[in-house]
């Protein structure tokens, strides 16, 4: 019987990662869930620091995009696309593009004012 309110928190975490992941084995859902909220942890972390933005917006699409066919997949294209994930993957790799971009030099053209 689960007692602390920490217990029940993983156990949902892990439920709902199961349910996402419906097609994965079960042996696989606990690394999963604990993979996947470790990846969010850091892109978040990196993103807001400004650590590796290219590759770090990168990672957070790719994640992003695994994540929205997860959910296609378990619950159909609705769900991902209520949630706009995939919108939020696409604005990640606009991210990567004006990083990858201005580091190599070619500032992005700034629209002057008429």
């Given amino acids: ?5 920490k217990s029940l928190c993983v156990l949902s ?3 709902y990662t199961a349910k996402v992941n419906s097609f994965m084995p079960p042996s696989t859902i ?3 869930a604990w993979a ?4 969010e942890l850091f892109f978040g972390i990196a993103l807001i620091v400004g650590i590796w933005r290219v590759w770090v917006a990168l ?11 997860a959910m296609a997949i378990s619950f159909g294209i609705k769900s991902p696309l209520d949630y706009s994930v995939f919108s939020a993957s ?3 790799l606009l991210v990567t ?18």
């Avoid at 957070?60 to 066919?69: Q, Y």
């Fill in 1 to 5: 019987m689960l007692r602390s309110g």
């Fill in 13 to 15: 975490l892990i439920c």
């Fill in 30 to 32: 606990p690394f999963l």
């Fill in 36 to 39: 996947a909220t470790i990846a």
């Fill in 59 to 69: 990672g957070s699409a790719v994640l992003l995009i695994l994540f929205g066919t």
């Fill in 90 to 92: 696409s604005a990640a």
């Fill in 97 to 114: 593009a004006y990083e990858s971009q201005c580091k190599s030099g070619n500032e992005p053209a700034r629209h002057a004012r008429a």
